[in-house]
């Protein structure tokens, strides 16, 4: 039979991660793990045709050990409102999920499509950065705001301030 008639899989993901020269392995009863680069993905098959194919991102070199939450809410918010098809989620604490949501039906289709999902992922991981950046820049570009501002005011004299005697 063909490989265009092929249906996908299985063992035609797994065929596809092979022909594509990733390192890849099973990592549960319908997932497997696999390596571009330096980065883990993973493709859970549990619901052929539909797939998820995930990335896992720790947000400690973005954000650091203590970061404000809703820095991190607004750029998930921010990636969840400008793609369709990936989404945004927390694992846990430091560890963020982008899940590409698919359904492919063949083979062919999958093996020939999967470096563009790929890269729709890691396009949504690094729109990610950018927008913790250009978050973190505004409340950095605020706070400077209020205090030149507060420097400025007249009626905020430090000579008219009422002094606490003790």
Known sequence: MSLDYWHLSIGTVQLALQNHGFEYGPCGTA?????????????????????????????????????????LFSAINAINDK????????????????????REERYLSFKANLPEY???LDDAVDSFKMAVAL??????????TDYINHMVNAEDDIHNAKRIQS
Do not use: M
Request: hydrophobic share 40%; glycine share 2%.
């Open 118 to 120: 790929i890269r729709e």
């Open 31 to 71: 997932e497997f793990q696999f390596r571009v680069g330096s980065d883990w993905y993973y493709i859970y098959c549990a619901n052929l045709p539909r797939l998820f194919i995930e990335r896992r991102v720790n947000i400690r070199s973005y954000l650091g050990e203590d970061f404000a939450p809703e820095v």
């Open 135 to 144: 978050i973190l820049k505004e409340e950095k570009e605020e706070l400077w």
């Open 83 to 102: 793609y369709h098809l990936v989404k945004v989620s927390r694992e846990d604490e430091y560890v963020l999920r982008f899940t590409h949501c698919l």
